[in-house]
């Protein structure tokens, strides 16, 4: 019995189900249950919320989102040999754990869910970056979720709250840091994980702002700021030559040097940059 929900600690569910780690669907698992409440209370008040949960596994960050008050959690796994686990998951919190069998790329969760939405996962990392910027770049904002609170590779987390000049800074932080505000939220050494992964990771809470920072058209933002970094080295002149005609006039208008580098230049410019490129 475990202390936070009286069902079996996660060692017991893992040997009784047969869940070896498959490294294929990036499986390191979490068992420590009080771990997995505090990762589940960094989301913030659940009671009220529909949760999103991407790749529950054996459970253990879900057991933590439905103990810490969680109206409901809709889980979309991939494995199917996790589904008989998660059953009695939902067996103890009747009517508050749905459970999807499938991939998240491929799932539409929102007829599952009702606002208010946050998501929290402990996310494969094979697609957590493409999960992430999906959720980052909707057409229209706000966006279905209030927050998300998400385990990456400490490398991944760091260049989602990058400031400018940092070699973190780039594609993921300008595009994260437009809409939301992000900060990490917890450190985790491999050991927390079973098995164990060769880099440390971190927990990510963005909470989605109201309207974006700067005015930007999102399509125009994100062409700009894929095309300056795609050769961050190169002066911004040469890395954004061709994407509108006149760049250089356009980049002055921003107030951006047609000489500086992409990582050196602050959100609030690349915006103003999107809209000087939109400009016919
Ligand atoms: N949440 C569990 C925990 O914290 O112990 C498991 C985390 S493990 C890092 C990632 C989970 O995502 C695995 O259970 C894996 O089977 C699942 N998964 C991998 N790819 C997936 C996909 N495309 N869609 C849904 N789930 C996926």
Redesign the pocket.
Same mark, same amino acid.
């Given at each position: 019995m475990s202390a936070i929900d009286g069902l079996p600690p996660l060692r017991a569910v893992i040997a009784e189900h047969g869940l070896s780690a498959?490294k294929s669907? +990036?499986?390191?698992?979490?068992?420590d249950l009080n771990l997995?409440s505090k990762i589940a209370r960094q989301a913030g008040d659940l009671t009220g919320c529909d949760l999103l949960? #991407? +790749? @529950? +596994? @054996?459970?253990?960050?879900?057991r933590g989102l439905l103990a810490e008050g969680a109206r409901k959690v809709l889980a #979309?796994?991939?494995?199917a040999r996790?589904l008989p686990a998660l059953a009695e998951i939902a067996a103890a919190y009747p009517g508050r754990l749905e459970v999807v069998e +499938?991939?998240?790329?491929q799932i539409d969760p929102l007829q599952h869910l009702t606002p208010p939405i946050r998501i929290a996962?402990?996310? @494969?990392?094979?697609?957590g970056t493409e999960l992430l910027v999906r959720w980052l770049t909707p057409r229209d904002w706000p966006p279905f979720w209030q927050s998300l609170t998400l385990?990456f590779q400490r490398e991944v987390a760091e260049r989602i709250v990058a400031a400018p000049g940092s070699k973190a800074y780039g594609r993921l932080a300008l595009l994260a840091q437009w809409r939301a505000d992000a900060r990490i939220a917890m450190s985790l050494p491999p050991e927390a994980?079973t098995p164990a992964p060769k880099v440390s990771s971190a927990v990510v809470h963005l909470t989605a702002l109201p309207a974006p920072r700067y005015p930007a058209d999102p399509k125009v933002l994100e062409h700009v700021v894929a095309r300056a970094f795609n050769q961050r080295r190169k002066m911004l002149r040469a890395a954004l030559k061709g994407v509108a005609p006149d760049m250089e006039d356009r980049l002055l208008a921003a107030g951006i040097k047609p000489t500086d580098r992409a990582e050196q230049v602050p959100l609030e410019a690349f915006c103003a940059l999107a809209r000087a490129v939109a400009e016919r």
């Open positions: 498959r669907l +990036g499986q390191n698992f979490l068992l997995t949960e #991407i +790749g @529950p +596994g @054996p459970g253990g960050l879900t #979309i796994e991939k494995d996790c +499938g991939d998240a790329l996962a402990n996310l @494969p990392y094979n697609v385990m994980f």
